[in-house]
């Protein structure tokens, strides 16, 4: 059984920075790989990036360059730096953990961007 806790989210104006984190806990005793997915109500939901346990990064398209996936194995923790916020990254951000071959989900938090 594993849990992931999400937090960071909130309202900032176009061209801020928030931080978001990601923290497993529970019976982990290997994960495999931690990322960020988004949605938009009437949209499908799309990952915006990935890490490997190793460290290998992948990011979509539209937040090459701006978005920056970091983790901290002791901590079975991961972030999203986030800077220069569009208003088209309002969404809500879902952490996505897969854990010794399996794949957890968090709860999701709101990030909120005005022009």
């Known amino acids: 059984q594993v849990q992931l806790v999400e937090s960071g989210g909130g309202s900032v104006q176009a061209g801020g920075s928030l931080r978001l984190s990601c923290a497993a806990s529970?019976?982990?005793?290997?994960?495999?790989?931690m990322s960020w997915y988004r949605q938009v109500p009437g949209k499908q939901r799309e990952l915006v990036a990935r890490i490997t346990n190793g460290g290998s990064t992948n990011y979509a398209d539209s937040v090459k360059g701006r978005f920056t996936i970091s983790g901290d194995n002791a901590k079975n923790t991961v972030y999203l730096q986030m800077n220069s916020l569009k208003p088209e990254d309002t969404a809500v951000y879902y952490c996505r953990a897969r854990v010794d071959g399996y794949v957890y989900w968090g709860q999701g938090t709101q990030v909120t961007v005005s022009s």
């Open positions: 529970g019976r982990v005793f290997s994960i495999n790989s």
